[in-house]
């Protein structure tokens, strides 16, 4: 069974650092894409980066890139997002989320419903 295990978080400054992690189990990286969203209160979900694993392809999007940065690690299943420099319209809950392409598809999906698992999602919030 896929669960996806979120840590990290929390409260930071603006201008700060904070590190999430989604650790992956029931499977391997391999042959999936893992994906962070957030959603600001209110707000519809926004896609923030992502990784086809297999492919090796990365994703951020223009509103992070830059500061944010995806990253995995096979020994340890587990996919990170280094975030930097954070401002107030960071706050929001973070999600991963991982989807299964069997090495089919080169691409990075980017859409919530193109994820079919996902994390409990975790608080950021930033602020002075």
């Known amino acids: 069974q896929v669960h996806l295990q979120q840590s990290g978080g929390g409260l930071v400054q603006p201008g700060g650092s904070l590190r999430l992690s989604c650790t992956f189990s029931g499977r391997t990286l391999d042959g999936h894409a893992i994906g962070w969203f957030r959603q600001a209160p209110g707000k519809e979900y926004e896609f923030v980066a992502g990784?086809?694993?297999?492919?090796?392809?990365?994703v951020h999007d223009d509103s992070v890139l830059g500061r944010f940065t995806i990253s995995g690690s096979n020994i340890e299943n587990t996919v990170y997002l280094e975030m930097k420099i954070v401002n107030l319209g960071d706050t929001g809950v973070y999600y991963c989320?991982?989807?299964?392409?069997?090495?089919?598809?080169?691409?990075?999906?980017?859409?919530?419903?193109?994820?079919?698992?996902w994390g409990q999602g975790t608080q950021v919030t930033v602020s002075a």
């Open positions: 990784i086809n694993w297999s492919a090796g392809r990365i």
């Open positions: 989320a991982a989807e299964e392409t069997g090495g089919a598809t080169l691409r990075v999906p980017t859409r919530q419903y193109e994820y079919t698992y």
